[in-house]
């Protein structure tokens, strides 16, 4: 297969796309990544995508694809992934310039991505390691640098509140119920139907408990202060 991406690149075969239509396609495929991942939730109250992915626990599309690309150089650099591969990555490495050409092109944001992360795991040299152990330091690092970004945004505070740190997070297989399940996600993402929320929606006149208490219904208060609960 390589051979062939080589040949046909010599050829001119490939019709170069514009950066305008990858970035169109790559569109598409975020959308949908991050529909997905609303429907696992019960998420339809259009949270924002970050909360959404932190509740979840799944990096973005983007970073998913950066660490898919990372491994697959780490496994084809120790030809795991076919001697072709490897080959051609051994060339590219010793190659006096490897800023033109087709490693350049394929090879070169992988590595630059490894030099990214590898200040962030020390303890694991990604170039070294074995492949198991390079799958859960990178994935540690990446989840490191989501983290750092995730608390310095502005956005969704009160997911923030509940989960100040980004990382994977594998939901229950089972559930007793669709509507709570979906209703404790919809809590978590700011977006419970509570008064305070109903109020911003122009949906009631006023935000008071419902129960009387004379203060703001909101997901604070339900939680935390209302011994009905």
Same mark, same amino acid.
């Given at each position: ?150 608390? #310095? +945004?502005?956005?969704? =505070?009160? %997911?923030? @509140?509940? *989960? ?7 939901? !229950? #297989? +089972?559930?007793?119920? =669709?509507? %709570?399940? @979906?209703? *404790? ?7 419970? !139907?509570?008064?305070?929320?109903? =109020? ?30």
């Amino acid at each position: 297969m390589i051979s062939v991406l080589l040949a046909t690149e010599q050829t001119g075969a490939f019709e170069k796309a514009s950066a305008e239509e990858y970035y169109n396609v790559y569109q598409k495929f975020q959308s949908l990544y991050l529909r997905c991942a609303r429907l696992i939730l019960g998420a339809h109250q259009n949270p924002a995508d970050i909360a959404v992915l932190v509740r979840i626990g799944w990096m973005p599309l983007d970073y998913l694809l950066m660490y898919r690309a990372i491994i697959w150089f780490l496994k084809g650099r120790r030809g795991l992934a076919g001697p072709a591969l490897r080959d051609l990555i051994l060339q590219w490495e010793s190659s006096k310039s490897r800023k033109h050409g087709f490693g350049a092109r394929i090879f070169r944001p992988s590595m630059d991505a490894v030099k990214r992360f590898q200040p962030l795991i020390p303890n694991v040299d990604l170039m070294s390691a074995p492949i198991n152990h390079c799958c859960t330091a990178l994935r540690k690092a990446i989840f490191m640098e989501l983290t750092s970004s995730w608390q #310095s +945004s502005s956005t969704a =505070r009160f %997911t923030f @509140s509940l *989960y100040p740190l980004w990382t994977y997070r594998k939901l !229950p #297989s +089972s559930m007793h119920s =669709r509507c %709570t399940h @979906s209703w *404790y996600h919809s809590v978590a993402l700011g977006r419970g !139907p509570f008064r305070d929320r109903l =109020r911003k929606m122009r949906k009631r006149a006023d935000d008071l408990c419902r129960y009387g208490c004379g203060v703001s219904e909101d997901a604070a208060h339900v939680l935390l202060c209302l011994s009905l609960i």
